[in-house]
């Protein structure tokens, strides 16, 4: 079934230690997108991507990064993760970044630090 | 940059008619997004408003006023099943989404 796949679902991690999130898409989308969603401040937009070889920043960036080698993969990496980056992380993609674009979400990675 | 509020909780019976609104503040607008989330899964596309005007998708409809900053999403003849958040999101002219915090519908018996 085509989608977004993340990877790992669930993460427990020392605080200091370098992570990367994975994100694989095969609908051949353009644009991806990684958001984290925290009780009471819903989703917000850490990275995006219009297409390969592009990436930007979104809403909350620090202390993360991301690369768009090719149109299927979009990791995140946290270089050294600190408490406050415990959260659930969602990848996204859409066709394009235009038009009625709909973003379509993967499973999401639940990501504590401690 | 935008502002959106909406609902923390709303709570209904099987069977009746809910309105979630949003409103929203915005720098540019360029389309606005109702998703369902149900607990621990992903979201999901419910519908889409680029015009002023109603939307019907079968038992959800979504209404878009741009010179008010407002939307709405009806969910008519609830099913237990409906029971999850819902999410409102603003395009902006980059084709970024910014959320609301999402609104919890509890659907009773």
């Known amino acids: 079934i085509a989608g977004i796949t993340q990877a790992p679902t669930s993460q427990i991690l020392a605080a200091g230690r370098r992570m990367t999130l994975r994100c694989t898409q095969d609908m051949r989308h353009n644009a991806m997108y990684w958001y984290r969603q925290d009780l009471g401040l819903g989703l917000r937009l850490i990275h995006y991507s219009n297409t390969a070889g592009t990436t930007g920043k979104g809403e909350v960036p620090d202390g993360y990064s991301v690369s768009r080698a090719n149109t299927d993969d979009f990791p995140l990496t946290l270089a050294s993760a600190v408490p406050s980056q415990t959260s659930v992380y969602f990848c996204?993609?859409?066709?394009?970044?235009?038009?009625?674009?709909?973003?379509?979400f993967g499973a999401g990675t639940r990501l504590s630090v401690l | 940059g935008q502002n959106i509020d909406q609902p923390t909780e709303m709570t209904a019976t099987e069977g009746a008619i809910v309105q979630i609104n949003c409103t929203y503040q915005t720098s540019g607008f360029n389309g606005l997004f109702w998703y369902q989330q149900h607990a621990g899964e992903a979201p999901t596309f419910l519908s889409y408003n680029v015009l002023d005007g109603l939307e019907e998708k079968g038992r959800f409809s979504s209404f878009l006023s741009r010179s008010k900053g407002y939307s709405y999403l009806l969910l008519k003849e609830l099913q237990m099943k409906d029971s999850a958040s819902y999410l409102c999101a603003v395009r902006d002219r980059d084709y970024k989404l910014s959320f609301g915090a999402g609104t919890t519908v509890t659907v009773r018996a």
């Open positions: 996204a993609s859409s066709a394009r970044a235009g038009a009625a674009n709909i973003q379509y």
